[in-house]
């Protein structure tokens, strides 16, 4: 019974996929066509690791020339001049460059580089100047279910269905089964390697759920954007900055005085130099160690991705030079072996964020201890033990 609802349920799912793309099967020829030129392939790898307003799985030109797209649409929620606005992205027909004009509700919007622009009254196309930029339209403010939208909403669902699974079983006092079997090792390792010694004893289980989130939710992404899918959410600035974002707002709120005071009154030094150190603490605090923190993630995982489709843009590029057989044999090694270490970094950007974060969070909630030995004018003799906590 069991082995036929698991069958039941892929064959459901393979049936809604297969529609959905199905659903959604569009021709045009306004993205360009073929990918030969290396132009052309630049564009391409740059508009790979993009985000955008619809979900295509593959395209291909057919015999007559034009431009098929396999995938389904996504909601395009726009606040225009005339309140909020929807539709769906089908509308644009993957046009990108502004020429095709959606009309809703007497408002007349097209999609220019991945920007939705409204346009001015009684204009029925956009205008460019030299450099390509609308003259007579503006851009509106955009709460679109994009592609990375929607790829953090499925990791999401996912992780829920997961670990809801595996709390159950705990709940049940049963030894995990499934999937669970592959999270709870993981779960173990973050909560004893990463947040026990890095937090204290006292405080790592308040932020153990939060660092076991991020940790995961990087993983996840990080796989899937190795996937045919074409997800690239982690390579998106505005995701590692939030999550950048959420570490800087709770080791700020979690800081206790001994943090603030070694931040904003440095002990053990002179007077006139704690307000330059202070400077220099908060700069620290509130910049440097967050904006380390989405750099990372957003530079690797760029990196990565724009590694892999070059190779395999070796096909295109070399074909001449190589033959087709070459080219292709070369860029399939060449991009294989760089996909296994991206596995790797996955996991690792993961592991590194995470890390970052409960050192971060362990340095603002440590309790010190203020029994130092002092000199014969008052202040207190820095220990070794001060010196590496001050240096981390």
């Known amino acids: 019974m069991k082995v036929f609802q698991q069958s039941f349920k892929f064959l459901a799912l393979a049936i809604l996929v297969f529609l959905s793309t199905s659903i959604y099967a569009k021709s045009s020829n306004e993205d360009g066509g073929q990918v030969d030129t290396k132009k052309e392939v630049e564009d391409y790898i740059l508009h790979h690791i993009q985000d955008s307003h619809d979900f295509s799985l593959f395209s291909y030109t057919s015999d007559e020339g034009e431009r098929k797209h396999f995938g389904f649409p996504l909601p395009v929620i726009l606040w225009s001049s005339d309140g909020l ?20 509700d007497g408002l007349k919007f097209a999609k220019i580089h991945s920007k939705i622009y409204e346009l001015e009254e009684g204009a029925t196309a956009v205008n460019f100047d030299a450099d390509h930029h609308a003259t007579n339209a503006h851009k509106v403010l955009d709460f679109s279910i994009t592609k990375s939208v929607f790829g953090v909403l499925v990791i999401g669902l996912l992780m829920l269905f997961w670990f809801s699974s595996l709390a159950r079983q705990y709940k049940k006092k049963q030894i995990p089964t499934g999937f669970g079997r592959v999270l709870e090792p993981l779960v173990l390792y973050v909560r004893d390697e990463i947040a026990r010694p890095n937090i204290g004893e006292k405080h790592y289980r308040r ?5 076991l989130t991020v940790f995961f939710f990087i993983w996840f992404l990080n796989l899937a954007g190795l996937t045919p899918l074409g997800f690239n959410v982690t390579g998106q600035l505005a995701v590692t900055a939030c999550l950048a974002i959420f570490t800087l707002i709770i080791y700020t709120v979690s800081g206790n005085k001994d943090y603030w005071m070694h931040i904003l009154w440095m002990p053990g030094v002179p007077v006139l130099i704690r307000p330059v150190l202070a400077i220099i603490e908060l700069a620290g605090a509130l910049i440097i160690k967050p904006f380390s923190l989405l750099v990372r993630l957003f530079a690797n995982i760029s990196a990565g991705h724009i590694v892999v489709m070059s190779l395999i843009a070796i096909m295109f590029t070399l074909k001449e ?72």
Do not use: C, W
Request: charged residues 20%; negative net charge; proline residues 1%.
């Open 85 to 104: 606005k929807t539709f769906m992205s089908s509308e644009f027909h993957h046009n990108d460059d502004g020429h095709v004009i959606v009309e809703k």
């Open 207 to 211: 932020f153990t759920g939060y660092l």
């Open 321 to 392: 030079s190589l033959t087709v057989p070459g080219a292709m044999g070369l860029s399939f090694v060449l991009s294989f072996f760089i996909l296994l270490i991206e596995v790797l970094v996955a996991f690792l950007q993961a592991y590194i964020f995470t890390m970052l974060s409960a050192l971060f969070i362990g340095m603002a909630v440590a309790e010190h201890d203020h029994e130092h030995e002092h000199d014969e004018h008052g202040h207190e003799v820095a220990t070794a033990e001060d010196v590496r906590g001050d240096f981390i």
